[in-house]
């Protein structure tokens, strides 16, 4: 499945099954087929993922720091902050607009 996540004020901002479950999950969301992100409750959506962000990036850190164990094998190298960025930006660009997002409609 493919989330496709739109709003009359930008471009439509598209998203593999995981990646857009991901951000649904992380704003308090159910990944259901279709749904509604209201201008009311875009920020706070923007909130939640900049401090998904933040709190991704403190555990990348920790992980550096760590020995790594051998044969260890590295997790996904797209950081949350450039697969999240899209979306934040058509969070903001839709608030600023008064228009809602919406998927799967």
Not at 15 to 30: A, F, T, V
Not at 54 to 61: D, P, T, V
């Amino acid at each position: 499945m493919i989330y496709k996540f739109k709003s009359q004020a930008a471009a439509d901002v598209i998203m593999l099954q995981l990646n857009g479950e991901q951000m649904l999950n992380i704003i308090g969301k159910d990944a259901s087929p279709q749904g509604i992100i209201t201008v009311a409750q875009i920020p706070a959506a923007i909130a939640a993922l900049e401090a998904a962000v933040l709190a991704h990036e403190a555990a990348q850190a920790r992980r550096k720091e760590e020995l790594p164990q051998e044969g260890e094998i590295e997790g996904d190298s797209v950081m949350l902050r450039h697969r999240s960025a899209p979306f934040i930006d058509l969070l903001r660009c839709s608030a600023q607009a008064g228009k809602d997002v919406v998927w799967g409609v």
